[in-house]
């Protein structure tokens, strides 16, 4: 009687396992990608421009951003101001730091921290703009996208 508990349970432990990616055939559902998959980067990587665009607010007055893609200084954003740049397509990670700053305290205690986020960059042309948001101790600069009607609606 033990036995047959213990091999009971072994079964019906071992059964659940195999069940989690099993789809209902009968829907007409197309099954949702799985997202542990990893992205792969096409092999035929071709130029793409990005462009940045910061628009002025009150609470960042006096604050300078220094924009980075893949760890490497591009350039800075005042008020008002755009930037260009060019690279590959495929994943980039862009950050965000506060370059020069009068230390003025309408950003918190500690002005603004450093944003940072991945982008695939996909097309020939990509559109972001830099927005403030505030928080506790300092706020962050960060970095939207855009589409390309949007972006021009800033100008």
Known sequence: MKYLCVVSVLLFLSGCSSLKDIT???????????SRKVHVEPANKIDTNI??????SLLTIGQKVEIHVDSREIG??????????????G???I????????????TGLGGACKFSKDFLFTKPKHYFVI?????????????LELTEK???KLM
Request: hydrophobic content about 25%; charged content about 25%.
């Open 76 to 89: 800075s954003l005042g008020h008002n101001k755009e930037l260009h740049f060019k690279t590959k397509t």
């Open 150 to 152: 949007d972006y021009q």
């Open 131 to 143: 927005k403030f948001k505030a928080g506790l101790l300092c706020g962050e600069h960060r970095v």
């Open 24 to 34: 209902n055939p009968l829907t007409k559902e197309a099954p949702k990608p799985d």
């Open 95 to 106: 950050t965000t730091k506060v370059g020069l700053s009068m230390n003025l305290p309408v």
């Open 51 to 56: 462009y940045f665009y910061r628009p002025r």
């Open 91 to 93: 994943t980039h990670n």
